[in-house]
């Protein structure tokens, strides 16, 4: 059944990365229940236009919920308040009527805002260019079985590989620290074969550009675990800490 | 290679991670040393004795542990103080409904716990064990007649049981998040982790907790 819903908007308004930014409080009435979050978005982005003000900006892609492109911290939770739910799978029938409903940006020095609700993820791209990626020759497209890797094994790479980079572990974070994001990346590289010949440099270089970066350190909180959109777990952080050690005391 | 280890996020968490592990082995050992006030004056100044008669190898073991503790001490600063860095503008929006209570109190139990080794050192370890403090009943009691004399003002015992508190809430974070620093860390352990930090967390708080109220309900009736 639809209903319609009629809420009031505290948004986050930013000029650009030099301006200072503030909360603007924006009318959304008549928003169909069953509108995705971005939807609820456009709605009011069509009325604030035809009323001369300039619409919110925000990041999106697929709206399928497996790009990672969108995100913002809703009522102080990062793609708000249903869980493995990125915002744009977000429904308009998980808010009640007459709601007050915060939308901020992600927060961290390492991901500053760019405009409104879009902030520069180009961190996470350096950091995957440090070891995101196999550089040793694996030939042609294998024959199924030719290289035997244990179910378990493929699960859990496939697991860390389901990580769409959307930073909600960032924002999620106390401490704005991007050890999920890494530890998913590191994982899901180092548990294939083809992946584990370069583990040592992998996770030397990476944790090295995430420090680089300016995010913060893990203090074992695990709200990143509870806000990923993609159920990616702590267990990947803990593999990451041990592959850093050990590359540490046994260089490559 | 070693600076570069150390200067990274987490070779600067898992040095917290190992100074904190030896400092948890230090307060098990410390609280089994206690236990020895309920043997009574004698078997516990005995001990005390036993401590003191090491001489050079227990100044070797007392300077090591201070060296532990400022490392513990410096390493977690330079943390929270990046920390701070890495988010310059916070969240209008509450943002921490799930964090606990053990772990948003994680700097403020360990300055109370930095104050609260200050004062103990100044009660317990530098005290002059031999003054009329130590006498009940006409009888010089040593160290635990001064352990008794402080329990004996409430203030002391409040603030012990404040600190105590403090290391409840310290350690029961602190076990399962060594663990995890290490790597030690299983979908079907975690929860069990995480269960024995809190229960070893509280455990080791109230072992020395009740040798106060024991001090208070139990010792000093008898010799008063």
Redesign the interface.
């Known amino acids: 059944m639809n209903e319609t819903l009629h809420l009031t908007l505290k948004v986050w308004r930013q000029k650009d990365g030099h301006s200072k930014g503030h909360f603007e409080t924006y009318k959304a009435d008549n928003i169909d229940s069953h509108a995705s979050f971005l939807e609820m978005l456009d709605v009011v982005n069509d009325r604030l236009a035809i009323q001369g003000i300039e619409p919110i900006a925000f990041d999106h892609d697929c709206r399928e919920g497996i790009c990672g492109a969108c995100g913002a911290v809703i009522n102080g939770r990062a793609h708000g308040p249903m869980s493995r739910t990125t915002l744009c799978q977000l429904h308009m029938r998980n808010f009640n009527n007459n709601d007050t409903i915060v939308i901020e940006p992600f927060r961290a020095k390492a991901l500053p805002v760019v405009k409104d609700l879009v902030v520069d993820r180009s961190g996470f791209d350096r950091i995957l260019s440090k070891g995101g990626f196999v550089s040793v020759r694996t030939g042609g497209t294998p024959d199924a079985n030719a290289t035997p890797i244990a179910k378990t094994k493929a699960d859990l790479a496939m697991d860390a590989a389901q990580c769409i980079g959307c930073a909600a572990c960032v924002a999620a974070c106390p401490n704005a620290a991007a050890m999920l994001f890494v530890s998913a990346k590191v994982s899901h590289l180092a548990l294939l074969p083809q992946g584990e010949v370069e583990k040592k440099e992998r996770v030397t270089n990476m944790v090295a550009q995430m420090d680089q970066e300016g995010f913060g350190n893990c203090s074992n909180e695990y709200l990143c675990e509870a806000a990923c959109p993609k159920g990616i777990s702590i267990t990947n952080i803990a593999r990451m800490n041990r592959q850093y050690l050990a590359s540490s005391v046994i260089p490559a | 290679?070693l600076k570069?280890?150390f200067?990274?996020?987490?070779?600067?968490?898992?040095t917290v991670a190992v100074t904190g592990f030896m400092l948890i082995l230090f307060l098990i050992m410390h609280l089994a040393g206690n236990c020895f006030i309920y043997a009574g004056p004698e078997t516990f100044n005995k001990y005390a004795a036993t401590l003191e008669s090491l001489g050079p190898v227990l100044k070797l073991i007392e300077w090591a542990l201070t060296a532990v503790f400022a490392i513990h001490i410096a390493f977690t600063a330079m943390?929270v103080i990046?920390?701070k860095?890495?988010?310059?503008?916070?969240?209008?929006?509450?943002?921490?409904?799930?964090?606990?209570l053990a772990?948003r109190l994680?700097p403020y139990t360990g300055i109370i716990l930095l104050v609260y080794i200050c004062t103990h050192l100044f009660d317990f370890t530098f005290a002059d064990t031999t003054t009329a403090i130590s006498i009940f009943q006409n009888h010089q009691l040593g160290l635990y007649g001064l352990v008794v004399r402080s329990f004996m003002n409430p203030i002391k015992l409040v603030w012990y049981l404040i600190a105590m508190s403090a290391v409840g809430f310290h350690l029961s974070?602190a076990i399962?998040?060594l663990l995890?620093?290490?790597?030690?860390?299983?979908?079907a352990y975690?929860s069990f982790f995480r269960k024995l930090s809190l229960g070893l967390g509280v455990g080791i708080a109230l072992g020395f907790s009740i040798i106060p109220l024991y001090v208070w309900f139990y010792i000093v009736p008898t010799l008063i």
Do not use: C, D, L, W
């Open positions: 290679m570069k280890y200067s990274s996020s987490i070779g600067k968490k898992q943390v990046e920390n860095k890495s988010r310059p503008v916070g969240y209008a929006a509450s943002h921490y409904k799930e964090r606990s772990t994680m974070h399962q998040s995890q620093t290490f790597g030690v860390s299983h979908p975690t």
